[in-house]
């Protein structure tokens, strides 16, 4: 078994770079073909990752959405979502998000070893709370994920999970479509914050496709020498 999974990013930004706007509504920047493909992307994996803040922020189900990949995971003898897994630094989590309600997936959240104790307060009927050390050991949640069995693992954001996977080179994949619009505003989150990253303009991430799909366009990276291999 490997060290740790196969790790897919996968984000949708404007032109300009950002994952949302400053208002308080989300911000659609994929279309309907899209959001297939990502259905489809999630669908193959065995666990699906966001940070705390997402689920605050959006309340994702993180659940397959067609039947039909549904019940060809349950003929596999797999739940028919992948595991739903979260990192947390503080433990501030709701028990009445649907990442915790929503579907029959485990549920798996690790928090920092300070906001442990909170985190199985709020929530740990609902999941199964690991100390991922002080601060969160991304390296130690991925180890303990393929100690679990999960092989794929798709990282679905935020900007600070996507900034820690990229800067750390723990990721192997990325998806990154772009829609064909500008956000230009600075109080919105972006992509990625600050960081060390091992692509640089001399050490440059390679281009593995590039697929138009309606209005916006799928940039797929190879950011490993694991890529494809799952």
Known sequence: ???????LLSCAVSIDGYIDDASENRL???DDADFDRVDAERAACDAVLVGSATIRADDPRLAVRSQARRDARL???LPATPAKVTVTGSGELDAGARFFTSGDAEKIVYAASPA???ARRRVGGAADVVDAG??????RVLADLA???VARLMVEGGSSVHTQFLSRGLADELHLVVAPFFVGDSRAP????????????????RLAGVTPIGDVV??????????GAA
């Open 190 to 205: 972006r992509f990625v914050g600050d960081g060390s990253f091992p692509w640089t303009s001399e050490r440059r991430a």
């Open 218 to 227: 799928l940039l797929r990276y190879a950011l490993s020498e694991r890529y």
């Open 147 to 149: 100690g679990r069995g």
């Open 75 to 77: 003929a596999r003898g």
């Open 116 to 118: 442990l104790g909170r």
């Open 134 to 139: 002080d601060p969160v050991d991304l390296a």
């Open 28 to 30: 659609l920047l994929s």
């Open 1 to 7: 078994m490997s060290e740790r999974p196969y790790v």
